[in-house]
C-alpha cells in the first residue's frame, strides 16, 4: 500500500510503499523538486549533501526557461527585458524562475498500485523581467515500474510569452564509471563563453556515451525521445511525451553523479531560438517525463 504523508513543519512529502520499496521525498518549498527516488529498493535520486540546492538545482523544473540567459536579457515583441542574474560569476540569468518557489497541495491519492500527487505554484505577481503570468501544475505519479512526472503550465496573461522548459535531476550510479548513457543524436551544442549556446553543430551520430572518468557540462539534440542510463545495478529509461528535445549532461563534484536533463531549449533560447515555444494566452503546455526502471548487471 502506498502512503502519502505530508510534514507541515519542513513542508515536504513523503511518498512510501514498503512491499515495492519504492520511497519519495518532494520539498515543496524548494519548488517541489523531487530530492529522493527510491524503487524496487534501488535509489535513483539521493541527496547531494554537501553541495546545496541553491548551486545545483537538484530535480528543479526550469521554466520559464533552462539553463541560461545571456546577460539576463532578451527581446521579444519588440520589447526588451531584463531578468535578475542569479547566476553571478558567469554574469546570467539561471534556470528560470520556478526552482525556489513554494508549491501548495492540490490533491493526492494511494492505493495498492500507486500513488499520485497533484501540485501547484501560481505565478501571479511576475517580476518586470518576466511580466506574464502563469499558473503552474506538476503530477507525480509513482508506480512499481517508476515515475511519471507531468508539468502542466497554463497561460493566465492576455498576451503570448515565450518560454522553455527543463528538468534537472542528478542519477546515482554505485560505479558512474562502468556506466553508460545511451540516446541518439547527431547535433551537439556550441557552447560559447559562460556557457552560452552559440548554436548547433552537426557531429559523427552519438549511439551511447562511456562516463568512465567524463567531466561533462554538454548538450544534444535527440532523435526520439528516450534516454537510456545504464549502471552496474540498473538500466534506467528516461523518455520524454515530445520527442526530438534536447539532453544537457553534467557532473558535479559529487563522486557517482550524473546530470541527465531533459528539455525542450537550450542555453540562451529567449535569444538564439532555438526550441523556443510561444504560448498563446489561455493557451495550456503539458509535458511528460518518465523513469522506468529494470535491475541489471551489466
Known amino acids: 500500500m502506498y502512503i502519502i504523508t505530508h510534514h507541515t513543519n519542513n513542508n515536504q512529502v513523503e511518498i512510501k510503499n514498503k512491499e515495492y520499496g519504492t520511497y519519495a521525498k518532494l520539498h515543496l518549498n524548494d519548488g517541489a523538486s523531487l530530492q529522493k527516488l527510491v524503487v524496487n529498493n ?60 513554494t508549491f501548495l497541495i492540490k490533491a493526492k491519492s494511494a492505493d495498492k498500485h500507486s500513488a499520485q500527487i497533484i501540485l501547484e505554484y501560481e505565478y501571479n505577481r511576475p517580476e518586470t523581467g518576466f511580466p506574464f503570468p502563469f499558473r503552474m501544475q506538476l503530477k507525480y505519479t509513482f ?62 551520430p552519438v549511439k551511447s556515451l562511456n562516463l568512465k572518468q567524463k567531466i561533462l557540462d554538454d548538450c544534444w539534440q535527440i532523435n526520439g525521445n528516450t534516454v537510456v542510463f545504464e549502471t552496474p545495478k540498473y538500466k534506467l529509461h528516461l523518455a520524454s511525451s515530445e520527442p526530438n528535445g534536447f539532453l544537457q549532461v553534467y557532473t558535479p563534484l559529487k563522486k557517482n553523479t550524473v546530470a541527465i536533463e531533459p528539455c525542450t531549449g537550450l542555453s540562451n533560447s529567449f535569444n538564439n531560438k532555438i526550441g523556443l515555444k510561444i504560448l498563446d494566452p489561455k493557451a495550456v503546455f503539458d509535458i511528460t517525463w518518465s523513469i522506468g526502471l529494470k535491475t541489471k548487471l551489466l
Do not use: C
Open 42 to 101: 534501488i535509489t535513483l535520486i539521493s541527496d547531494l549533501e554537501p553541495l546545496t540546492y541553491q548551486n545545483t538545482f537538484a530535480s528543479a523544473v526550469l521554466f520559464p526557461f533552462a539553463n541560461r540567459i545571456e546577460d539576463g536579457s532578451y527581446k521579444f515583441n519588440t520589447k526588451t527585458f531584463q531578468l535578475d542574474i542569479n547566476n553571478k560569476e558567469e554574469h546570467n540569468a539561471l534556470h528560470g524562475l520556478v526552482y525556489n518557489k
Open 143 to 204: 508506480t512499481k515500474e517508476g515515475l511519471d512526472f507531468n508539468i502542466l503550465v497554463e497561460n493566465t496573461s492576455e498576451i503570448a510569452f515565450p518560454f522553455t522548459i527543463g528538468w534537472h535531476p542528478y542519477f546515482l550510479s554505485h560505479n558512474l564509471n562502468k556506466s553508460v548513457l545511451k540516446f541518439d543524436s547527431n547535433l551537439k551544442l556550441n557552447i560559447g563563453e559562460r556557457n552560452i549556446g552559440m548554436g548547433l553543430l552537426e557531429i559523427n
